[in-house]
């Protein structure tokens, strides 16, 4: 366990739903952060929030929402997704933008049909 | 700007003989180096990681990895392959000395151990 908690662990969803992952740690992490990880391609960076702020977003679609309402918690709201959006979704958290490694969750395995 | 390669997509040993997954880097900074291993349906674990002290880095499970600037790499190796080794490994920079904002993270090596 990385003290990193997501669920749902598995979510099936039709491309007019919407649906939340959630992502939660209690490691007095101040960053967090969503990662794309797809078959046969790197992990993507999607979002990090610092303090509660977002402070990156890596050119993600508008269907993605991110949500931080405290350091503790992170979500990521979905709308209108496509197919291509399937992926395993992780999420990390860290000290701080600038210090030492991130602490990863177990991931939500997303299909989107 | 920084990039990872990973130089094997996937590593075959058989169990008890020596493990070594090659990962070289490009970075602007000093970088910070990391190894992450995940398992199926598993998130990601920190093995170890090089943040500008000792060259050679000790982790988790008897994995090791040595930092060579003049080589650009940073490979990781076992002695001594085990069955519960079989995974996604994951060479991973990071730039300004530290920290998680930023990461890139190579395609990654599926490592396969043999009975």
């Known amino acids: 366990e990385t003290g990193v908690t997501q669920t749902p662990r598995h979510l099936v969803m039709g491309m007019t739903n919407k649906k939340s992952l959630k992502c939660e740690q209690h490691?007095?992490?101040?960053?967090m952060y969503w990662y794309k990880q797809s078959a046969k391609k790197p992990l993507e960076l999607m979002f990090v929030?610092?303090?509660?702020?977002?402070?990156e977003n890596n050119s993600v679609p508008s269907r993605f929402s991110p949500e931080c309402p405290n350091s503790s918690h992170l979500f990521l709201h979905l709308h209108t997704l496509q197919p291509e959006d399937s992926a395993l979704y992780l999420c990390a958290s860290s000290p701080g933008r600038s210090n030492t490694e991130a602490f990863f969750g177990q991931g939500t395995r997303l299909t989107v049909v | 700007a920084q990039s990872v390669t990973q130089l094997d997509s996937h590593v075959s040993v058989s169990e008890g003989t020596p493990v070594l997954l090659r990962c070289n880097y490009s970075s602007s900074y000093s970088p910070s180096l990391f190894w992450y291993v995940q398992h199926p349906n598993k998130g990601l674990q920190l093995l170890l990681k090089?943040?500008?002290?000792?060259?050679l880095v000790k982790g988790i499970n008897g994995f090791e990895a040595e930092f060579k600037k003049s080589e650009t790499s940073f490979h990781l190796t076992k002695p001594s392959a085990h069955m519960s080794d079989a995974a996604e490994y994951f060479c991973v920079v990071s730039p300004y000395g530290g920290g998680a904002d930023g990461l890139t993270f190579g395609k990654g090596t599926h490592l396969i151990i043999q009975p």
């Open positions: 929030y610092n303090f509660k702020e977002q402070t």
């Open positions: 490691l007095g992490h101040n960053a």
């Open positions: 090089y943040t500008s002290a000792a060259t």
